[in-house]
């Protein structure tokens, strides 16, 4: 069936650094979701795609979706300790229910 | 208050009992949803209502009752509990059954069976 592909699934990186989370979809989607869970917290939105080529800005988090709407890219720069957490990439099934990435959870370290 | 709210948060029990959550979202949506997020954190859609109709149900055994009585409230019910029902349920809800609706999750339910 459909699915959608998160990688990396963990990482770590030292506070400054930049942080990048990648999501493949085997079909085209008509947008794609970001969601963040802080730990032993519940998935929150940050942001919806639509539009082929789209890219938003969000502070220090870069979203950006495919010309092919296949693929989707988040990037936080110079990551801080409150980005800590799992984000989420999700992505419309059959135009019914989301259907979320594996995530990936990254720890940051001072 | 909050928008999407569950109960119980904890909920530890034996294997073999009936156990239910309950979930009430005050945002006036008409969608709501089940899912099912395992200990690598996995997100699996389990069912889905619009305005008190099902509208997904995925291969979930036959264990796993939901039940809408209004628009506002979306419980599950779970029958036979078993080890691999371990992991947390998380209740959502969306303005529309809309593919492009963002949702809006509960705190989530951590069930332990034992």
């Known amino acids: 069936g459909q699915q959608v592909m998160q990688i990396p699934q963990y990482q770590h990186v030292q506070e400054g650094e930049d942080f990048t989370t990648y999501c493949n979809s085997s079909?085209?989607?008509?947008?794609i979701q970001w969601y963040k869970q802080r730990p032993g917290g519940h998935p929150v939105f940050l942001i919806q795609l639509v539009k082929s080529g789209e890219v938003k800005k969000q502070k220090r988090l870069t979203f950006q979706f495919g010309e092919a709407k296949k693929n989707s890219s988040l990037h936080i720069t110079a990551t801080q300790t409150t980005d800590v957490g799992t984000y989420f990439c999700?992505?419309?099934?059959?135009?019914?229910?989301?259907?979320f990435g594996k995530g990936t959870t990254l720890s940051v370290s001072s | 208050d909050t928008a999407v709210s569950q109960t119980p948060k904890y909920l530890v029990t034996q294997m073999g009992n009936d156990k239910s959550i309950k979930c009430e979202q005050n945002l006036g949506h008409d969608t709501m949803y089940w899912y099912k997020q395992d200990s690598k954190k996995f997100l699996k859609i389990m069912f889905s209502?619009?305005?008190?109709?099902?509208?997904i149900n995925e291969t979930v055994p036959n264990r796993f009752s939901p039940k809408s009585p209004d628009k506002a409230h979306l419980n599950l019910h779970i029958n036979s509990l078993e080890l691999g029902d371990s992991a947390v349920y998380f209740c959502?809800?969306?303005?529309?059954?809309?593919?492009?609706?963002?949702?809006?999750f509960g705190s989530g339910t951590q069930l332990s069976v034992l």
């Open positions: 999700a992505g419309p099934v059959a135009g019914t229910a989301l259907i």
């Open positions: 209502y619009n305005n008190k109709e099902l509208i």
């Open positions: 079909t085209t989607l008509s947008n």
């Open positions: 959502a809800s969306s303005r529309a059954g809309q593919v492009n609706e963002k949702l809006f």
